[in-house]
């Protein structure tokens, strides 16, 4: 389908004054929309906003029609300016584009185009086709800046992987013993907190299980305050089902999912199964769970748009060495652990001409610790 591209107009100052707003109104679903996108909408009308909102949470009432609300038989005539082309389908809400031309706007600004296979242009030619003036692509990568895991499931039936690691300064992630609390400070660890909290699962292996009995929950206390009670499903990926049944991950077992082999231990599945906890049996490879295929029903099973993968050098370095992972974001506390500390990752290269590349897109200070965010440069 042919849409105009930002090659194909002039978007002016107000233009991106108006967007600049509806992306940070976006951002306030940031931890509550899942497994919907964050979208952002605000209606003008000689200069003047006369309506605006975000999408809060799936299943509730989207952006458009509560600016719409917002700006009453004011809105015939004016311009919307909303930060994802607006749904033509009937889902738990009815069609947005549909409210949008009912109102009678002029036109409609779009950042980018929804990948959604119900929609992929279709919002953007209904609009069209009623008359109104459309125009997208403006701050196209903002907005997918602030949905990679509702882009990357839409467009690839996968979710967004982040990668987090802690380490010293010299690369460690433990000690030998296994111990590792705490290697960073409580600001770097409240920052980990808000990537659960927008994450739509968080998956761990058996072996961190077993050294660190983590729970993987967002109890952060300004989080709560905030009211974000989203918890993000929690992964386990554990092949002999040594998970004990008194592991603090299974304080709430209806939002774990524990990955296992075919011939895995039946009598300790149905013990799994009868506390309420979900368990994908697969068939392992060279005694690996396949990864991929556990990304795959994430996000076709599940609805998973980001995933957020926290765990020791093995897994961690399985993902990376299938190319698996969008972002890594890895914490270095201002420490050294020594030689017979853990490794980063396990990674088993030889040559250079093996070495994986990756590209700095943040870098920032929390407390002593430095937090840097990579994306890497191999083709996924």
Known sequence: MSLLSPSDMTFTSEDRIYMSRALQLAARGLYTTDPNPRVGCVIVKEGQ??????????????????????AGEQAKGATAYVTLEPCSHFGRTPPCADALVKAGLAR????????????????????QEAGITVACGLFADQALALNPGFIKRMSHQR?????????????????????????????ARADVQRLRARSSAVMTGI????????????RDPSLLSEGIDHQPLRVVMDSHLRLPLSAKILDNPSQVLVVTADQADANKRHALL???????????????????????????????NELLVETGATLAGSFIEQGLVDEWV????????????????????TKMVEQRRLALTDLRQLGAD???TYTPLTEH
């Open 370 to 372: 430095i937090r840097m």
């Open 108 to 127: 409609v600004v779009v950042a980018m185009q929804d990948p959604n296979p119900l929609v992929a242009g279709r919002g953007l030619l209904r609009l």
């Open 159 to 187: 979710p967004f992987v982040r990668l987090k690691s802690a380490m010293s300064l010299d690369g460690r992630t433990a000690m030998q013993s296994g111990e590792s609390k705490w290697i960073t400070g409580p600001e």
């Open 274 to 304: 009868d506390l309420g906890v979900s368990v994908l049996s697969l068939s392992d490879v060279k005694g690996q769970l396949p990864v991929t295929q556990v990304l795959d029903y994430l996000a076709q099973e599940c609805q998973c």
């Open 207 to 218: 072996e961190s299980v077993l050294l660190d009995d983590p729970q993987l929950t967002v």
């Open 49 to 70: 906003i006369i309506g605006e909102a975000w999408h809060q949470r799936a299943g509730e009432p989207h952006a458009e029609p509560l600016a719409l609300q917002q």
């Open 330 to 349: 890895v914490y270095m506390a201002p420490t050294l652990l020594g030689s017979e500390a853990r490794p980063l990752v396990e990674l088993p290269l």
